[in-house]
Nanobody
Framework: QVQLVESGGGAVRPGGSLTLSCAVS????????MDWYRQVPGNERELVAS???????NYTDAVKGRFTISVDNAKNTVYLQMNSLKPEDTAVYYC???????WGPGTQVTVSS
């Protein structure tokens, strides 16, 4: 069974940057379909960024131009580069493929001055 483990979160000031990593426990042959989500307590999980075959990417409007999703198949890892962070980016961040795999523990991102 595939396991997902997110890491790289932390506390940063507005305008700062973080790079999140999502380690996939075993090779899925090739990662062609993976997303990053975020969730604030009391709210539903929100889709933030998507990676699809052919290196096609898509982002929610709130993060366009600031976040970048990428995949390293040699390392079975999915990344989310987050720049120009804002307080409203504060959330627990998760990776998954539309909920197909068991959810990992997530990684907390806190943006505050």
């Amino acid at each position: 069974q595939v396991q997902l483990v997110e890491s790289g979160g932390g506390a940063v000031r507005p305008g700062g940057s973080l790079t999140l990593s999502c380690a996939v426990s075993r090779s899925i042959i090739r990662i062609n379909n993976m997303d990053w989500y975020r969730q604030v307590p009391g709210n539903e999980r929100e889709l933030v960024a998507s990676f699809r075959a052919g290196s096609r990417t898509n982002y929610t409007d709130a993060v366009k131009g600031r976040f970048t999703i990428s995949v390293d198949n040699a390392k079975n890892t999915v990344y989310l580069q987050m720049n120009s962070l804002k307080p409203e980016d504060t959330a627990v961040y998760y990776c998954n493929a539309g909920g197909f795999y068991p959810w990992g523990p997530g990684t907390q991102v806190t943006v505050s001055s």
